[in-house]
């Protein structure tokens, strides 16, 4: 269809959203017709293609078990015996939820279906805030990661990288974005970021976006700031880059812009030599209509942070995506963080749902299906439903449990929108009481309201299961940030004593039973020092991890991260006493 303006992408979705069903069939008829021949399929269809056949037959798996096949593409194998159309490269996803990266297939189609979900999407914002193409610059933070040549010559990156690496992106680059791009590139991120904010700080008159993928990411930016302004305007004063940035592609980029800007500096020193820096970015950036990144998920615990710094701006989430299919679009960017929703594409992939029970029970697993009704189509869900993610593609993934828990919250058109609950993965588990990552949050955002009147914010957490004695216990991590100059360390103990306490009574019904029974030891809190969640993410990306993509663990599973995050500890404490 020929895009016409955004109104030509508004009239897309329009059409995509009203056809759901007849779209979503039209997609498993593609990917059927052209991959039943594949080693993979025939094993499971014998070369038929009837959608009651791939439901009956075709098994719901999960990473695992396709990964010896795409193991063995990687490996030269031809990618015949998992799909048919020529695999062009890896996707490399985050791996910070689950652990390791995952590879998945590539090929041109998937390409091109991501195009057009940028324009969709595009439309969407396009509505709500103007042309911003056309008003101004984006000052995004962006980090590739190196590219990683499998045996068989086809390279892995990860779906940032790859966009990066595209000629159309490097064409609108200069003209669309304050980074240049060797910054993007750069091997060393804190160098890559000191410039992007240099660059993002000298070209501040037009700039009328400043985002990143994830929150995370720009929360990141905000306090690397905070910890560099004095560093960046003297910069900027001086037109000389900092000596540390030694990156040779960095110094050439600044080469080209930087001249002493005096007034700049001063303007951008007398905004930033402040007691508070609530509302920052707006001063900072006085252009700029909307800060745009996901803070749905395990980003929502940035929401609060983040809605300080940029007072005055909208959140926007736009998308809900992930390395092996774009999802879903956010119709509403103007809405609360809290309250995004997103609609799903149905053209996107082939998608079916797997109900999950609401309490703590699992989810209702199977690994064959004998009766196509336990799957649930996309047009068939239920409102007010959760159910887990399981999507087939043209890129040699069938009925593939993505791990992620999303619940209806409504339809448009015919077209369900989802909530984004949580990863599927990410639970403590001491004795099969199963504590989500969402029971964990509502937990603690109960007991960080103790600390809110004290003048204390907690800017970051994770947890572990620490089963070194037993019975075993919950571990959370907390960083904690004094406002307006004040040191964690004034904090009284006894209140960190009674959020733990607090979070202990916020747990669900079974954990609170297990504790009673003594199954489960108290809850202890450990307070890290400033900074650790940085290490924790220094830490990650030096394995591999893009900082675009980075995604914060709300639970540790590696012993070497866990010893990152414990050797920053600065107080322990502990529930006195089991919940009521
Ligand atoms: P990756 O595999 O590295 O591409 O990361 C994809 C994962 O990021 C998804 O499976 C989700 O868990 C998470 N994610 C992506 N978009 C969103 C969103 N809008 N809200 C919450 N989580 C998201």
């Known amino acids: 269809m020929a895009m016409n303006g955004y109104e030509g992408g508004l009239k897309m979705i329009e059409e995509l959203t009203t056809n759901a069903e007849q779209t979503q069939d039209e997609v498993l008829r593609e990917i059927l017709s052209r991959n039943v021949g594949t080693g993979y399929l025939m ?31 990687a490996n030269r194998e031809t990618s015949e015996i998992l799909l048919a159309k020529p695999v062009t490269g890896f996707y490399l996803s985050s791996g910070t939820s689950g652990g390791q990266p995952k590879l998945m297939p590539v090929t041109a189609e998937y390409q091109k279906n991501g195009a057009l979900y940028d324009t969709l999407s595009q439309s969407l914002t396009m509505r709500h805030f103007g042309d911003i193409n056309q008003a101004g610059k984006r000052m995004e933070l962006m ?36 980074s240049p791009i060797e910054t993007i590139f750069c091997p060393d991120p804190n160098q890559g970021l000191y410039c992007q904010l240099l660059f993002g700080l000298i070209q501040r008159d037009e700039v009328v976006r400043v985002g990143s993928l994830f929150a995370s990411t720009v929360l990141r930016g905000i306090k690397f700031l905070e910890n560099h302004w004095q560093e960046l305007s003297y910069d900027i004063k001086t037109g000389r880059l900092s000596d540390w940035i030694t990156d040779s592609g960095c ?37 700029a209509r909307y800060i745009s990144c996901v803070c749905t998920g395990v980003m929502r615990q940035y929401i609060a942070e983040l809605e300080f710094y940029c007072r005055g701006l909208p959140l926007v989430s736009t998308f809900y995506a992930c390395s092996e299919a774009l999802c879903g679009i956010n119709l509403e960017p ?5 309250d995004v929703s997103y609609t799903f594409l ?47 593609t043209c890129a040699g993934l069938y009925r593939y449990k993505v791990g992620d828990v999303l619940m209806v919250s409504g339809f448009y058109n015919n077209a369900p929108q989802f909530q984004f609950v949580e990863r599927k993965n990410v639970i403590l588990n001491v ?36 089963t070194s004695s037993a019975p075993g216990h919950y571990v959370l991590f907390w960083e904690i940030k004094g406002k307006e100059g004040k040191h964690c360390k004034e904090l009284d ?48 990306v030096s394995k591999g991890t893009s900082l675009s993509q980075y995604k914060k663990p709300n639970c540790i599973k590696s012993e070497e991260a866990l010893k990152i995050i414990d050797s920053r500890v600065i107080g322990k404490y502990f529930s006195p006493k089991s919940p009521l």
């Open 43 to 73: 094993g499971f269809l014998h070369g038929q293609t009837e959608k009651w056949l791939f439901k009956k037959n075709v098994l719901v798996v999960t990473y695992e078990d396709l990964k010896p096949f795409i193991d063995r593409i």
């Open 143 to 178: 980090f590739a990661r190196p590219e990683i040549e499998t045996p068989s010559g086809l390279k892995a990156a990860s779906v940032l990288t790859s966009v990066y690496n595209e000629s159309k992106f490097r064409t609108i680059l200069p003209k669309l974005y304050t």
């Open 251 to 287: 110094r050439n980029a600044a080469s080209l812009v930087m001249k002493p800007n005096p007034e700049q500096a001063d303007l951008i020193e007398n905004i930033s030599n402040c007691k508070s820096w609530e509302g920052i970015v707006t001063k900072l950036w006085p252009k």
């Open 334 to 338: 103007l809405c609360k963080p809290c």
């Open 346 to 392: 149905p053209n996107m992939a082939y998608f079916e749902f797997l109900p999950v029970e609401n309490d703590h029970d699992e989810s209702i697993e199977m690994k064959r299906n004998d009766e196509d009704t336990e799957l649930v189509d996309l047009v068939n869900v239920k409102v007010g439903q959760c159910y887990e993610l399981v999507v087939s």
């Open 431 to 466: 004795d099969q009481e199963k504590t989500s990552e969402t029971d964990l949050f509502k937990a603690v955002i109960e007991a960080k309201a103790l600390l809110d009147p004290l003048g204390f914010i907690l800017t970051e957490y994770t947890s572990y299961v620490d």
């Open 493 to 540: 103990p006894k209140i960190m004593v009674e959020c733990c306490t607090r979070m202990e009574e916020s747990l669900h019904y079974t954990y609170k039973i297990y504790r009673k029974r003594n199954i489960i030891a108290a809850l202890e809190t450990r307070v890290v020092k400033q900074g650790s969640f940085e290490a924790l993410m220094d830490y990650y």
